[in-house]
């Protein structure tokens, strides 16, 4: 019998035993270490608990593989889209977090009831788990200011031809 894998820290025998005995996952956030709380859907800064961020206002990407929204760097946390936006705020950046299975698939499997290590050996535990972050030239805000701008500015226009002809 073979014992390396049992003894190896990083072993997936290893990470699903401590997945088990109750250590939760953790998620580097643009440098910044957060802990998964799959169960109450939501991400927990490690070092400022009270820091969250609530994984339902994110949305689902197109292929279902990660969860996507604006997150602010500075703040450490996500970012609070106003749809009248004129400027591309600073700090902001698109954010990518893995699907709830590479999160965590130990609370997927508990979830559904599923059997937790026939489902952890077909979606293995990710060790060390990282959001992508892009940068917010490739989202869509900055055509959502170009768009708000324009929109401003034919008002702007529409409310002068009223006042010179009188109406």
Same mark, same amino acid.
């Given at each position: 019998?073979?014992?390396?894998?049992?003894?190896?820290?990083?072993?997936?025998?290893?990470?699903?035993?401590?997945?088990?005995?109750?250590?939760?996952?953790?998620?580097?956030?643009?440098?910044?270490?957060?802990?998964?709380?799959?169960?109450?859907?939501?991400?927990?800064? +490690? %070092?400022? &608990?009270? #820091?969250?961020?609530? *994984? @339902?206002?994110?949305? /689902?990407?197109?292929?279902?593989?990660?969860?996507?929204?604006?997150?602010?760097?500075?703040?450490?946390?996500?970012?609070?889209?106003?749809?009248?936006? +004129? %400027?591309? &705020?600073? #700090?902001?950046?698109? *954010? @990518?977090?893995?699907? /709830?299975?590479?999160?965590?698939?130990?609370?997927?499997?508990?979830?559904?009831?599923?059997?937790?290590?026939?489902?952890?050996?077909?979606?293995?535990?990710?060790?060390?788990?990282?959001?992508?972050?892009?940068?917010?030239?490739?989202?869509?805000?900055?055509?959502?200011?170009?768009?708000?701008?324009?929109?401003?500015?034919?008002?702007?226009?529409?409310?002068?031809?009223?006042?010179?002809?009188?109406?």
């Amino acid at each position: 019998m073979v014992i390396s894998p049992y003894l190896d820290p990083d072993s997936s025998i290893q990470l699903l035993a401590r997945r088990l005995m109750g250590a939760l996952p953790h998620i580097d956030i643009a440098g910044i270490d957060f802990t998964v709380d799959w169960r109450l859907r939501e991400l927990r800064e +490690t %070092a400022a &608990p009270w #820091n969250k961020i609530n *994984l @339902e206002l994110l949305r /689902e990407s197109e292929s279902g593989e990660e969860y996507l929204g604006l997150y602010d760097i500075k703040e450490k946390k996500l970012y609070e889209l106003n749809d009248q936006i +004129t %400027a591309v &705020p600073e #700090n902001v950046v698109g *954010l @990518e977090i893995p699907h /709830e299975i590479k999160l965590d698939p130990v609370a997927v499997a508990r979830e559904y009831g599923l059997d937790i290590a026939e489902f952890v050996q077909r979606n293995p535990i990710v060790k060390d788990l990282k959001a992508f972050i892009r940068p917010v030239t490739e989202t869509g805000l900055p055509e959502l200011v170009a768009e708000n701008i324009r929109k401003g500015r034919n008002a702007g226009e529409n409310e002068n031809r009223r006042r010179k002809t009188g109406r």
